[in-house]
């Protein structure tokens, strides 16, 4: 079964976390809107720097990338995106035009939690950092997956490996 694994949750929510722990342990692909935006204009751009047709290019490629993985019959993950229900629609569209399964998993980390992961990152410059302007505007565009997208739920505090083994294990 080719299955669209998308992960969503706050900035520093664990989507990275799971993403690789789901690379490390199955045969996935990966796809990620940062990657794609560098490949199309350079490694050292800044996303203030791109006008939102240059966005609209870089989710169509992501996107486009997605689609040529599940008619290849690969499954896929994208930790990069899907704030917003309309992304994982358009993620649904994907992968049903391909034949493949949609998973949807959503980290709920609490806001307190990710908004001290951002302050734990800005000492330790571990990853990109977040404006706080830009990490404000993702806590107020966020939309937690409703249970009509039948959202698995990885809950702060889980064991990320029991978690994956009770649900995933199965279907990847």
């Not at 917003?84 to 569209?93: F, G, K, L, V």
């Not at 949609?102 to 990152?121: A, H, K, Q, S, W």
Request: net charge negative; charged share 30%; hydrophobic share 40%.
């Amino acid at each position: 079964m080719v299955i669209l694994l998308i992960i969503c949750g706050l900035p520093f929510a664990g989507k990275t976390t799971l993403e690789q722990a789901l690379l490390h342990r199955f045969a996935l692909a990966r796809v990620d809107v940062d990657d794609t935006k560098r490949e199309l204009f350079g490694p050292t751009v800044e996303d203030a720097e791109l006008s939102q047709n240059d966005w609209v290019q870089v989710y169509a490629e992501a996107d486009e990338r997605i689609g040529r993985y599940l008619a290849a019959r690969r499954s896929v993950v994208d930790a990069s995106r899907n704030f917003r229900r309309d992304e994982r629609t358009i993620a649904r569209q994907i992968a049903a035009t391909n034949g493949a399964n949609l998973m949807t998993i959503f980290i709920d980390t609490p806001e307190e939690v990710v908004r001290g992961r951002l302050v734990e990152n800005r000492i330790a410059q571990t990853r990109h950092d977040v404006a706080d302007a830009e990490f404000d505007k993702l806590l107020r565009e966020m939309e937690p997956p409703t249970p009509d997208e039948s959202p698995l739920v990885l809950r702060h505090g889980d064991d990320l490996n029991q978690w994956v083994t009770q649900h995933l294990i199965a279907v990847l």
